[in-house]
């Protein structure tokens, strides 16, 4: 495997803190630890620079997690301050909620968003959920049901039947990392990954 790098996508000494390629690969969104969120557009998987361009609003803190819709019309960010935000991806302008009802996702990393709600209800004590990943739905035994992961700050790890909100969702809680989950990934197989923010481990788990 070879990198090449492609853009500087943020000003110097500012430290990038999330990352998602568009569904038809041919735009990266990034986020900064300032909050801003920037779009470039790559020629391929070659990752030759297009053009680099920045939202034309920012978040009140760094940005952590960020999703695309299927579509690759709409994006949406998670910040620190635990803002939800929504973005049109071909303009970088925000856009109301409303314009997000009822969009299909193509990624699950948000862990504030309408798919996730029901997760922070059921959280322990002071804990608040960071990053999320959903399943396609072959993986769980039920027949097709996608499941829903969701790390917290405290170092959880908890897996929900999706949506979150449903009446027995929550399947199963463990105690992962000691500290925040910063991020979780899943396979098309029955393998999680999860990343500790504090701790620097890698942990892979069979759901």
Known sequence: ?????????????????????SPDGRTIAAGDEQGALRLVGVRGYDGAPVSSREASARHASAVLTIDWSADGMLMRTNC??????????????????????GVA???????????????????????????????TGERDSGGGAP??????DLGALSLYAHPADAPGAERRRVNAHGGPICAVAVTGGSAVASLGARDGAVLVWAA
Do not use: H, K
Not at 147 to 152: A, C, E, I, P, Q
């Open 105 to 135: 996702w193509a990624t699950c990393s948000c862990a504030l968003s309408a798919e996730t709600i029901g997760a922070a209800d059921r959280a322990d004590g002071d804990s608040r959920p960071t990053c999320a990943a959903r399943t």
């Open 147 to 152: 499941l829903l992961l969701v790390g917290d």
């Open 1 to 21: 495997m070879r990198a090449r790098r492609s853009a500087d996508v943020a000003p110097a000494r500012v430290a990038l803190s999330a990352l998602a390629w």
């Open 80 to 101: 620190a301050a635990r803002e939800l935000r929504f973005w049109d991806a071909a303009s970088g302008e925000p856009v109301a909620p409303a314009r997000a009802r």
